[in-house]
């Protein structure tokens, strides 16, 4: 097997060659308002469940939890935070218990991976705990189809209060609002999400990952990975969840919910990131390509995805329009983005991202260069994001306009949301505290909650070994949940939603055992890319030896500007090989300068510049430099990792 050379936070589906032109409806010239000024955000910690230094059975005493419902450990509780219940008083979290006493002790139920909620708003439950517990202590026979390895991932409360989608799971407790102290154990069921993959309905169902539920409650998107044709590609779909109580075909055989009317997001008939005409090469800047789901917009008209880049190196969310296919830029920054949230009017957004970090910008500081390398390379450097464990997200605030492209706004980043403070250590500006996905707003969108990681040894990152920071949590604990009130915002009005059409017209409906449409990269040959404002580039796609895969890109440019604030010059060479599955090795050489609103390079050391990273494990190790001045502002690439 070998991997595809276009890959995208993990995996990139690169789409066919040969298409019909697609008619834009895009509107160029709409008038874009200023970018808002800074708002005041007030940052509190969520209350979590004590810790237990010891972690071994019956080390959760009453001495820690007097009230007897469960310890989580300092290191790996694995903490992922979720969504507001629709009262705005609760956030939804999973997390693993430790130290439960051995039954029938009652608190022996407080132990493993559970589903809580969390009071947002400094009062308790009757029972005096900050928390409540969903999933502890629901009957066996009402856990339907669980496996040891389930998760709860990104957990997502229904606008209706009473259930949460978790992983691949639907967590119900029937008539009971979660919050309400009639939502007991026994009310609580647990459903698996079951994709039928097979013409006849038989088997256990598609494995599918990143679950994100559309603000109509009866929608989701969600991820697959895909390995038919010897590579591993990933591909979104668009769904509806059916209640099935009693089903006759597939595995589990228990109630379940059923993906129905599945939608492969992926146009048929539409344009590829990039094409040729005879020798004429162009960028299709309506091409859908998504690379990987993160989710619906919160009017639920949009998929956001992690599409091809606009700009080499940059990898940033885009949104496609689920009835129109319409194409905005959700996020310009040069650094890194991945979770994301969208308010429920549809107009502000919240992102992790790596922009304080400058982490990425010995790739993506120089701006306006077109994305040519990036066929080869977006995984590559997806993957430089993290150092092993560490990642280095902060939460970012912004209003959402897909037309920001308009100039006067093209700088605008919004708003660091844990900026205030002095970062000491332990503060809510802490840059040793990273994000988690997602962070999520709260209905009426005057709160955002997310959760941060500690760095933790031996990937704390900078120049290496560095001495990692003792955590000021309590119990020492090295995940927290925090939450951000934006104090000078209204509510905002927010009523149900009719559910919307179970049909996305550009979309591919899926056929149940259908093989995922063949992927083409670029066209091999020599080409011409024509800047929209001026110049022109020269393009080289060379397939390795076999001629069964692009291996090479080398682009020559000639005072190339498609934005008219950057002219590019001088050449770029980019090689990738595959040691194995995960494992990317790239050779670059790059003498790129540009001017126009800044004067930059982008410059390989004599030799070249090498580098190898593991998908998989994110450690980057280089020889040779590449680093990008901007302005005379110098980024250098991070430390090879331990
Ligand atoms: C806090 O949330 C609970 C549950 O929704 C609610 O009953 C209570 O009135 C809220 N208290 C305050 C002070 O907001
Ligand atoms: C499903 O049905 C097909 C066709 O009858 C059969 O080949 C396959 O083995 C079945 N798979 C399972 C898991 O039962
Ligand atoms: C959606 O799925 C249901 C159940 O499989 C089916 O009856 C219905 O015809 C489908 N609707 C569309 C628009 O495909
Ligand atoms: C390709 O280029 C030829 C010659 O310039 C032109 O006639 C044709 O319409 C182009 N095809 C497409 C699909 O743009
Ligand atoms: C963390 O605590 C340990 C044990 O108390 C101590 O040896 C170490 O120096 C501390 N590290 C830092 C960075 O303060
Ligand atoms: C592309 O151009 C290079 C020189 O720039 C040349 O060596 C090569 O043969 C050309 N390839 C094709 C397929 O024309
Ligand atoms: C690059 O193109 C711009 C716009 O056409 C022009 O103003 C500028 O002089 C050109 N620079 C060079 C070095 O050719
Ligand atoms: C690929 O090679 C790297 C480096 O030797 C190794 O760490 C990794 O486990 C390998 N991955 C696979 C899938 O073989
Ligand atoms: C870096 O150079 C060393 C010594 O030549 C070599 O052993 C190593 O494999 C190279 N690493 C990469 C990532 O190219």
């Known amino acids: 097997m070998r991997l595809k050379a276009a890959f995208l936070y993990g995996i990139f589906l690169a789409v066919t060659a040969q298409r019909v032109p697609y008619t834009s409806t895009k509107q160029k010239n709409i008038a874009v308002p200023s970018p808002p000024d800074p708002e005041p955000i007030e940052i509190i910690e969520l209350p979590l469940p004590p810790v237990t230094p010891d972690e071994t059975e019956g080390g959760c005493t009453r001495k820690i939890n007097p009230h007897g419902t469960g310890c989580i450990g300092a290191t790996a509780s694995n903490l992922l935070s979720g969504n507001f219940l629709p009262d705005g008083d609760h956030v939804t979290a999973s997390l693993v218990f430790t130290g439960a006493p051995a039954a029938p002790d009652p608190a022996s139920i407080y132990n493993g991976l559970h589903l809580i909620i969390i009071r947002a708003n400094g009062t308790n439950f009757p029972n005096g705990d900050p928390w409540k517990c969903i999933t502890c202590g629901v009957p066996a026979d009402q856990q339907y189809g669980l496996t040891s390895t389930m998760d709860y991932q990104y957990p997502q409360a229904f606008t209706d209060g009473t259930r949460v989608l978790a992983g691949a799971y639907i967590i119900d407790c029937g008539t009971a609002q979660l919050a309400s102290p009639k939502c007991t154990p026994d ?323 899926y056929v149940p055992g259908s093989a995922p449409p063949d992927q083409a990269l670029v066209p091999y040959g020599n080409f011409t890319l024509t800047g929209q404002v001026s110049g022109h580039a020269k393009v080289s796609f060379v397939a390795n030896s076999a001629g069964t895969t692009l291996e090479t890109v080398l682009a020559t440019y000639y005072n190339y500007s498609d934005d008219g604030d950057n002219f590019i010059m001088g050449t770029e060479k980019v090689s990738t090989s595959y040691p194995n599955m995960t494992l990317i090795h790239v050779d670059w050489f790059s003498d790129l300068h540009s001017t126009g609103i800044s004067k930059s390079s982008k410059l390989t050391s004599p030799g070249g510049f090498y580098f190898d990273i593991d998908i998989n494990n994110n450690k980057f190790y280089a020889n040779g430099t590449l680093t990008t001045t901007v302005d005379g502002v110098v980024y250098r690439q991070p430390e090879n990792a331990t």
């Open 187 to 509: 009310k609580v069921h647990i459903y698996p999400i079951r994709w039928n993959i097979t013409p006849n309905g038989n088997g256990s169902g598609g494995a599918i990952r990143e679950l994100r539920k559309h603000p109509d409650d009866v929608h989701l998107s969600f991820n697959a990975m895909s390995y038919t044709t010897g590579t591993i590609a990933q591909y979104a779909y668009f769904a509806r969840l059916q209640f099935n109580p009693a089903p006759t075909t597939g595995t589990p055989l228990t109630p379940r919910y059923d993906l129905v009317n599945v939608t492969l997001l992926y146009d048929p008939t539409g344009e590829t990131p990039l094409s040729a005409n005879g020798s004429h090469l162009t960028i299709n800047r309506q091409s859908i390509s998504v690379g990987e789901a993160r989710g619906l917009s919160g009017l639920g008209d949009q998929i956001d995805y992690l599409g091809f880049p606009a700009e080499s190196c940059n990898v940033d969310i885009f949104g496609a329009n689920l009835k129109t296919g319409e194409v905005t830029r959700v996020t310009y920054g040069p650094e890194y983005v991945g979770p994301m949230d969208t308010s429920s009017d549809g107009k502000w957004v919240v992102i992790m991202d790596t922009t304080t970090s400058d982490r990425m910008m010995f790739l993506a500081g120089m701006r306006g260069v077109p994305p040519l390398v990036d066929t080869l390379i977006t995984g590559a450097i997806s993957s430089i994001r993290n150092n092993g464990h560490r990642r280095f997200f902060q939460p970012w605030l912004f209003e959402r306009y897909g037309a920001r492209d308009h100039k006067d706004s093209r700088n605008y980043q919004g708003q660091q949301i844990n900026a205030g403070g002095d970062s000491h250590p332990g503060s809510v500006s802490d840059p040793l505290w990273n994000g988690g996905a997602d962070p999520r707003f709260s209905l009426d969108g005057t709160k955002i909650a997310y959760f941060q990681l500690l760095v933790q040894t031996p990937d704390c990152g900078g120049s290496n070994p560095l001495p990692c920071p003792n955590s000021t949590e309590p119990g020492h604990r090295t995940e927290r949940l925090m939450m951000a009130t934006l104090s000078s915002r209204e509510p905002i009005p927010w009523a149900p939603m009719d559910p919307v059409s179970d049909t996305v017209p550009w979309g591919q409906p």
